[in-house]
């Protein structure tokens, strides 16, 4: 801790501490004692070297995932509109080297990442980034459907200073989230660099007034665990980790994508008003509503108040209507209608009625060893077709349709 | 053809997963025959061949009991055994062909009743895919994948969910879905498909002239097609039909729990049984608005 408290108190002059930590070894030596590039390479029969095959315990990995969501996620509610404020840390605490280039830059990469996926799975929910500088938290976008908008924002903002509030930053979302309508969901994801929290006064308060407000609170933390953030998230429903690298924390952004299983008092079932509008017509000028510029053709026309719009979803802004075309529900029902995961079937386990087939179901490649035995494979335990591992990541994370069950008629 | 050792790619090389509908319902309905449609297909599948010595085909059955793959350029060998008067194409393809119809009707235990029934077209898709997915996986260097659904029959309602499931992951791997429509009516299904995916939706007009229609337009290489005038979506209409009366609406309500699609207000949601309080009235949406009003 002292080293790098130094380090923060002399800013700029990072060479000096890099000095001490590494013991005075060149830059050259310090790639390699980071990297330790040398343990992702072992040596085949030949005594070659080659690298680590670690897709089967990648595999092993996801499935004991797949199966831990499956359980408790079964028939359960999922909500599917969901107000998301995501709060950045630019506290100097950012701007550490222990993620590389620093954790500022490896946040904003992953934000980036992130708000792309949430879309892409939850395009009717909303948006908004908060920052927290120099014990302040600044709105940086509000609540809202673009991603690029907000991608841009925080291209925009990428420097850090001062101490963080964890205080301040909960009363300026749970101010935001109060606003919004009573069928959503409200969420709270800090990404935490610092290892502590400079607040104006009792975070208690905060923590409880989040609580009331059904805000679901989640934390990522880039350097250690921290009492007050686990109260938090434990306090409001969210989840807690501590990223260890950059693949982890990548991995644990990734998490808060999917809808979470929603609390039914959370939010109230409602109906909620909506237009699908049309295209416009081929060749027509309007100005567009959301860019205020002339356009030919190209767009969308509000059912409600005629005015013209370039993108769905959104929200028209002359008379607030919600703006969705069918597709934009149809690619929230997988999270309502899960694909049951497959079985493992073991190599040994072959049963004597009926042989298994050679090939994947969906891909056809071999699903047989160099030794003419039954790889690794999985199977549908609806319809008993077999698949090949990299198929079963495939239909599971991304195709949400199983080929086998999808190409038998059902009577 | 089978293993190329050099696999330099260049842009124009292509990989179509043909997806061929094979339900004999439509076919008996149809004013052109099957065996019409085949050969036409079967020109056009070696043409394709022909262009690029690195172009691979794969087809896809899609019939009315089930779907499996009945032709593969890369596994199938050069010169046919059996029949050394048939191409290889031909010979393998064919007799793949007629173990599939085969087996397919084996499979099905009861005629269609009512309507002209559909084909398992959620089921080659997702095969398709699948197949993409494993030619990604293969390398830096492999051929620019396409679907092309040749599909007759109508939509199958029932498949809609894993139809637009299909979709979307086909967009996320920018794969896009091309479409050659022979039926009566325009496939919903396939025009969202082509419009989501940046692919060509073809319906063509004289199904005499089918293999002109898929040279022109569905054998260019996804990267030439930049240079060419191909048919533009006319009016995809993603308006949403109602769940209670299976009516097009242009505004409607959402079950904030399980998104159906009501044309009315209603006390209870009747697909998940939830309860609704009080409609979201506009004064709210008015209010939001306000808020959210840029400050120009």
Redesign the interface.
């Known amino acids: 801790m002292s080293t790098g408290e130094k380090r923060r108190l002399n800013g700029e002059a990072e060479e000096e501490d890099d000095d001490d930590i590494d013991g005075g070894l060149d830059a050259w030596e310090r790639t390699y004692t980071d990297e330790r590039s040398w343990e992702a390479l072992e040596e085949d029969e030949s005594g070659l070297l080659c690298p680590i095959d670690n897709k089967a315990i990648y595999h092993a990995q996801y499935r004991r995932r797949l199966r831990s969501l499956s359980a408790n996620a079964a028939r359960i509610q999922k909500g599917l509109i969901r107000f998301l404020y995501i709060v950045v840390d630019l506290s100097r605490a950012a701007s550490e080297m222990d993620f590389r280039p620093s954790r500022m830059v490896v946040i904003t990469k992953h934000v980036e990442a992130f708000i792309r996926e949430f879309f892409d799975q939850n395009p009717l929910s909303q948006i908004g980034l908060v920052t927290i500088k120099d014990g302040v938290a600044h709105p940086l976008t509000e609540l809202g459907g673009s991603p690029e908008s907000h991608i841009k924002a925080l291209m925009g903002k990428m420097e850090c200073s001062g101490d963080s509030s964890l205080q301040n930053a909960l009363d300026l979302v749970c101010g935001y989230l109060d606003q919004i309508p009573s069928y959503g969901h409200r969420e709270v994801l800090i990404l935490y660099s610092a290892l502590s929290t400079c607040d104006p006064g009792d975070i208690m308060e905060s923590i409880q007034k989040c609580k009331k407000s059904k805000i679901r609170c989640s934390v990522i933390g880039l350097s250690a665990e921290m009492f007050i953030c686990k109260l938090l998230c434990q306090e409001t429903g969210g989840l807690y980790s501590v990223a260890m690298d950059e693949a982890h924390f990548k991995e644990l952004m990734l998490d808060h994508a999917p809808p979470p299983p929603a609390i039914a008092e959370f939010a109230i079932a409602n109906l909620i008003k909506m237009g699908f509008p049309q295209r416009a017509a081929e060749g027509s000028i309007a100005i567009c509503s959301c860019h205020k510029e002339a356009k030919v053709g190209d767009g969308y026309i509000c059912p409600r108040c005629k005015a013209r719009v370039c993108e769905l979803p959104t929200e028209c802004r002359i008379c607030g209507l919600t703006l969705v075309s069918s597709p934009h529900l149809a690619r929230s029902y997988h999270h309502l209608f899960p694909i049951t995961p497959f079985d493992e079937v073991s190599p040994r386990q072959n049963t004597p009625l009926q042989r298994p087939p050679k090939t994947c179901f969906g891909c056809q490649q071999s699903l047989l060893n160099p030794g003419n035995k039954l790889g690794l494979s999985v199977a549908c335990p609806k319809c008993n077709q077999y698949f090949c591992v990299d198929c079963d990541i495939y239909i599971h994370e991304s195709l949400h349709n199983c080929p086998g069950c999808e190409s038998f008629r059902h009577s | 053809m089978a293993s190329v050792p050099s696999k330099l790619y260049s842009d124009d090389v292509s990989l179509v997963m043909v997806l061929l509908d094979t339900n004999p319902f439509f076919w008996t309905t149809s004013s052109l025959p099957f065996s019409q449609f085949l050969a036409q297909v079967l020109a056009f599948l070696n043409s394709m061949l022909l262009l690029n010595q690195l172009n691979q085909v794969v087809v896809i059955a899609t019939g ?6 009945i032709y ?1 350029s890369s596994s199938a060998p050069n010169h046919s055994s059996e029949d050394a008067r048939l191409p290889a194409l031909y010979s393998n393809l064919l007799q793949k062909l007629e173990e599939f119809m085969i087996r397919d009707e084996k ?4 005629e269609p009743r009512g309507k002209l029934a559909s084909s ?1 077209l ?3 898709l ?2 398709a ?3 993409i ?2 030619v990604f ?1 293969s390398g830096p260097l492999h051929p620019q994948p396409r679907i092309l659904c040749l599909q007759g029959s109508p939509d199958g309602p029932e ?4 139809v ?6 086909a967009q ?2 920018m794969v896009p879905i091309d479409s050659c429509y022979v039926g009566a009516h325009n496939s919903a299904f396939l025009q ?1 498909a082509s419009y ?1 995916t940046g692919g060509v939706y073809v319906k063509p007009q004289h199904l005499d002239g089918l293999f002109q229609y898929l040279v022109t337009v569905f054998a260019t290489d996804l990267h030439s097609r930049s240079f060419l005038q191909l048919p533009r979506p006319a ?6 039909s109602c769940f209670c009366h299976k009516m097009t ?11 159906s ?2 044309c009315k ?2 006390k209870k ?1 009747s697909t ?1 049984g ?7 009235s ?1 004064n ?3 209010s ?2 306000k ?4 400050e ?1």
Request: aromatic letters at 12%.
């Open positions: 009315y009991n089930s779907c499996d793959y593969d499979l099905g235990k009861e398992l959620s089921g080659s997702s095969m895919l699948c197949y997915q494993r996986r498949q809609y969910v894993a637009m499931n299909a979709i979307f992951s996320r791997s969202q989501i009016g995809v209409d993603f308006r949403a609406i242009d505004m409607g309500y959402i079950c904030s729990v399980c998104l699609i009501f207000h209603h949601c998940c939830s309860v609704f309080g009080q409609a979201q506009d709210t949406s008015a939001d608005r808020r959210k009003a840029p120009t």
